[in-house]
């Protein structure tokens, strides 16, 4: 069996008047993130551990910010193109594990929901994705509410 691994990280600012999507979701608060598509920095991560796990660059060179294509774009619709390209090299997804770093919201609430979402979007089981949240004890941007971010780990199997 032969087996990959793959990191991801992604940080956004944030800022009024766009909506705060996270996972898929659409998560209640007065600010959201800025970026050329939703920039949502949960699945972000996790496209970029995709891509990096088969050395295959990161969602830049694929989705580029400067493509007028993917101005307000979805990532979930990104996320399954990207999940297409892993399984047309003859991969799959063992597991994947995430964490968002947030002040606020409090995400809690939201895991669960954010993890169907992900594993619908990927195909996968619920129990093959951990998303967990944390704050930054107030320390750099995060911990000051400038931006939220998120790191992924995706382990990729082929038989």
Same mark, same amino acid.
């Given at each position: ?14 800022? &009024? ?9 659409? %998560?209640?608060? &007065? +600010?959201?993130?800025? /970026?050329?598509?939703?920039? #949502? ?18 969602i /830049? ?5 400067? #493509? $007028? ?9 990104? +996320?399954?193109?990207?999940?297409? %390209?892993?399984r ?9 594990? &995430? ?5 606020? $919201?409090?995400? !809690? $609430?939201?895991?669960? &929901? ?5 594993? !619908? ?10 998303? !967990?949240?944390?704050?930054?004890? !107030?320390? /750099? $941007?995060? @911990?000051?509410?400038? @931006? ?10 082929k038989?």
């Amino acid at each position: 069996m032969n087996i990959r691994i793959g990191n991801g990280y992604d940080i956004h600012k944030l800022v &009024s008047n766009r909506p705060l999507i996270l996972g898929g979701l659409e %998560i209640p608060h &007065s +600010m959201g993130l800025l /970026g050329h598509s939703d920039a #949502d920095v949960l699945t972000h991560a996790i496209m970029d551990a995709l891509l990096g796990a088969l050395g295959m660059g990161d969602i /830049g060179h694929y989705f580029p910010p400067s #493509d $007028p294509q993917w101005k307000g774009a979805d990532s979930m619709i990104l +996320m399954e193109q990207v999940i297409k %390209i892993v399984r047309s090299q003859g991969w799959q997804i063992g597991n994947i594990d &995430s964490t968002v770093v947030a002040e606020q $919201p409090k995400l !809690k $609430p939201h895991l669960k &929901s954010m993890r169907t979402t992900v594993a !619908k979007v990927l195909n996968i089981d619920i129990e093959q994705i951990s998303i !967990k949240a944390t704050t930054n004890e !107030k320390l /750099g $941007p995060v @911990g000051r509410e400038e @931006g939220i971010c998120a790191y992924a780990v995706v382990l990729l199997i082929k038989d």
